[in-house]
């Protein structure tokens, strides 16, 4: 979407947003509207209709048995961690392996349940986590592992299941980036043991505010996430854990059921732009996002870079200047952004992972540069994103 107007020497030239959060929610309309305005009128504002309806219909788009709404996709993680722990499955102090070049609340869920965070470095052609320098980091006390499947795009891979059955790991699945993606026949969020899923704002299925989900099909875990979410508690005023307020409310699963009807389109528009920007690259310096493992099934039958195992939440490309270029970019009336300009070992949160050298993950965060893209960009805007491209040099 165009917006505002940058003056530039010659002319006016247009504005072009990285993500027009509101241009994509007006796409909704009068629905959205009308779902916020039944909340309000039901006057039950928690643990209502909507959520249940929402759980069982998000359950049946993911594939699982179980879907519990939670606050936020951090939570997501958190209560997955920690119900693990409650069960005794996990213990302070227990490893769970983590791709290095994640978003840091992957990181998060794991320190804050006083569990270790094993960091593993990512393949740079896909930007997930490496499946085979996993095994080397495998230890006595390591209980699980946390795939991320990051910008989108899946990061299941048979040796991740080998590793999984081999060492008897509990296989938890960060699916904030990617509700929708397949690997195979199954949808991310349903190939593990469990799986935590954000509607921040700018994901592909997206709240207006915060909401997350945990997914699974293991009803002990579902139970014990949901009873830890809503204060430890299943029968008002008798709490059998020490648990948290983590609930996704009643307005926000209603703007989400309005959504998900339209989220297997929407992915197949972001498709389209990713694939419009692969093909009419012609600059020769840009490091175009790659997909390595097609998912076995649909390995015959889509282009290598229009897999339905990617689901383009961030088209991310490559380039050794960087900067250069997004100021480029800037110039030409384009927003770009960085995911992400830091990564988790570097933060001053972890301090004491500072001095560590992760060289694909230090590479990754100094080059990577994320062009807009969204169900409600224009054809016009994405022919001009990759001519801005080209006639860089
Ligand atoms: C990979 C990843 N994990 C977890 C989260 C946390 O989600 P939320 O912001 O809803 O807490 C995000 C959100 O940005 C994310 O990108």
Not at 134 to 155: C, D, F, P
């Amino acid at each position: 979407m165009r917006q505002n107007f940058l003056k530039s020497k010659h002319a006016l030239i247009a504005m072009i947003k990285f993500l027009d959060l509101k241009a994509i929610n007006d796409s909704f309309e009068p629905e959205l509207s009308q779902a916020i305005k039944r909340v309000i009128d039901s006057g039950w504002y928690l643990l209502g209709n909507e959520v249940k309806a929402f759980e069982q219909e998000y359950a049946g788009f993911i594939g699982t048995k179980h879907c519990i709404g939670v606050a936020n996709g951090l939570d997501a993680l958190r209560l997955i961690l920690k119900a693990y722990i409650t069960m005794g499955e996990m213990n302070e102090g227990d490893e769970i392996i983590v791709p290095a070049n994640t978003y840091i609340a992957s990181i998060l869920a794991i320190t804050d349940n006083r569990l270790k965070p094993i960091l593993v470095e990512p393949d740079l052609s896909t930007y997930n986590i490496d499946p085979f320098k996993i095994e080397e980091k495998i230890s006595e006390r390591t209980k699980g592992i946390m795939i991320v499947h990051l910008y989108g795009q899946n990061a299941m891979h048979p040796e991740i299941q080998r590793l999984v059955d081999k060492y008897h790991l509990k296989l938890v699945e960060d699916n904030a980036q990617a509700h929708g993606c397949f690997y195979g026949i199954k949808r991310t969020g349903s190939l593990g043991h469990a799986s935590g899923h954000s509607f921040y704002p700018g994901k592909n299925i997206g709240c207006i505010g915060d909401g997350g989900a945990v997914t699974t099909d293991d009803n002990e875990l579902a139970d014990v996430v949901r009873t830890i979410a809503n204060y430890g508690s299943k029968i008002k005023y008798q709490n059998l854990y020490p648990g948290l307020n983590s609930r996704l409310d009643e307005i926000q699963a209603a703007v989400l059921r309005v959504k998900l009807k339209r989220l297997d389109t929407d992915n197949q528009r972001r498709r389209e732009i990713a694939n419009y920007y692969c093909t009419h690259n012609n600059n020769d310096k840009i490091i175009l996002p790659t997909h390595n493992w097609l998912s076995p099934i649909f390995d015959s039958q889509f282009v290598i870079r229009n897999s339905p195992s990617h689901v383009w939440h961030l088209f991310v490309i490559r380039h050794p200047e960087r900067d250069r270029l997004q100021k480029h970019m800037e110039d030409n009336g384009i927003q770009t952004l960085i995911h992400y300009p830091v990564p988790p070992h570097k933060q001053r949160a972890y301090k004491e992972w500072n001095s560590l050298i992760y060289l694909i993950t230090e590479q990754i965060h100094r080059e990577v540069l994320s062009l807009p893209i969204s169900p409600v960009m224009g054809t016009g805007d994405v022919v001009r994103v990759v001519e801005v491209i080209n006639d860089f040099r």
